[in-house]
């Protein structure tokens, strides 16, 4: 696709989300995502349009982009960290996202700071920098998962009078992981099928694995 191939392309698309047919704008949202040659404006609204239909982890893989060509903008920054932290746990948004994951809310963390370092009074930056520090105080469970603590976790899930979305995720694991059929995948915060255990050939079991691992199928 050339420029002006590229631009009514994008025209197309947010005018079908604008009209509300999110669905219908998918194909266009795709071709531009494809077509994009580091575009960091086409690449904003595509991230814009991903996180919108709940795709936040291709989201906030397309901001990170967008920062890494223009890494003074600060609309660009601040938009990765908004969806950072909401794939962390920080549930800024509506939708029903799945795959929460702690170490995103390590990513929001270190963004705000460099947004910080450049702007001290930012007044959104402090404001998010502030939720980032409640949310990881609230997240010492999860973040003992990634570290591979898994006595702790058992320990104190058991404990625990409410559970948030990463304490569910937690849980999840644990119990995938007493199983038999899954493993911890050090440094991440997931578990993933032995290799040496067949493919389960579907069913309600099935499902709920995904559920837990934040697949939909």
Partial sequence: MNSKEIEKTLVKAIG??????????????????EHANGDPQVLYNVGIYYSSIGEHLKASDRFDQCC???????????????????I??????????????????????DKVAKLLEK??????????????????????LAFKFLEG????????????????????????????LDSGEYQVVSGEFRVEKRSDIQANQGGFLERLRNYVLGIEK
């Fill in 16 to 33: 079908l989300v604008e009209a509300g047919q999110k669905i219908e704008a998918l194909e266009f949202f795709e071709q531009l995502d």
């Fill in 149 to 176: 603590d898994l006595e702790y976790c058992r320990k104190t899930i058991t404990r625990k009078r409410e559970l948030n979305v990463l304490d569910e995720r937690v849980l999840g694991f644990l119990n995938l």
């Fill in 68 to 86: 890494a060509i223009e890494q003074d903008n600060e609309s660009y920054l601040m938009r990765s960290i908004v969806e950072d932290f909401h």
């Fill in 88 to 109: 962390g746990g920080g549930q800024l948004m509506e939708s029903d996202f799945m795959a929460y994951d702690v170490s995103y809310l390590t990513k929001a963390k």
């Fill in 119 to 140: 702007k001290p009074n930012h007044e959104d930056g402090l404001d998010l920098k502030e939720k980032i520090e409640n949310a990881t105080i609230k997240s010492r």
